[in-house]
Nanobody, 119 residues
Framework: EVQLVESGGGMVQPGGSLRLSCAASGFKFSSYEMNWVRQAPGKGPEWVST????????YYSDSVKGRFTISRDNAKNTLYLEVNSLKPEDTGLYYCVRDPTGWHVYDYWGQGTQVTVSS
């Protein structure tokens, strides 16, 4: 059974940082592109970042480029997202998402971890 379990969210002040983690199980983790997708209150899902199976290629939305860093440890079957210089508009539920196609067609989502940026 495929499982994606996020952790590391919390409440921080603007300018703060967090490290989000996603523990994956039930599939060959290194064979899949992985993504972070977030959803703000009252809005639809927003793609944040993608990392290739080897970790050698990474992509970011314009809204987070330069502030967020995606990485993975295939030996630990874990995906990470370092989020820095946080802004109130970064508030939302952050999901770890598997992409079997490489075309942003997601087949498995975690339960999400909440990030709240507020003074």
């Amino acid at each position: 059974e495929v499982q994606l379990v996020e952790s590391g969210g919390g409440m921080v002040q603007p300018g703060g940082s967090l490290r989000l983690s996603c523990a994956a199980s039930g599939f060959k983790f290194s064979s899949y592109e992985m993504n972070w997708v977030r959803q703000a209150p009252g809005k639809g899902p927003e793609w944040v970042s993608t990392i290739s199976g080897t970790g050698g290629s990474t992509y970011y939305s314009d809204s987070v480029k330069g502030r967020f860093t995606i990485s993975r440890d295939n030996a630990k079957n874990t995906l990470y997202l370092e989020v820095n210089s946080l802004k109130p508009e970064d508030t939302g539920l952050y999901y770890c998402v598997r992409d079997p196609t490489g075309w942003h067609v997601y087949d498995y989502w975690g339960q999400g971890t909440q990030v709240t940026v507020s003074s």
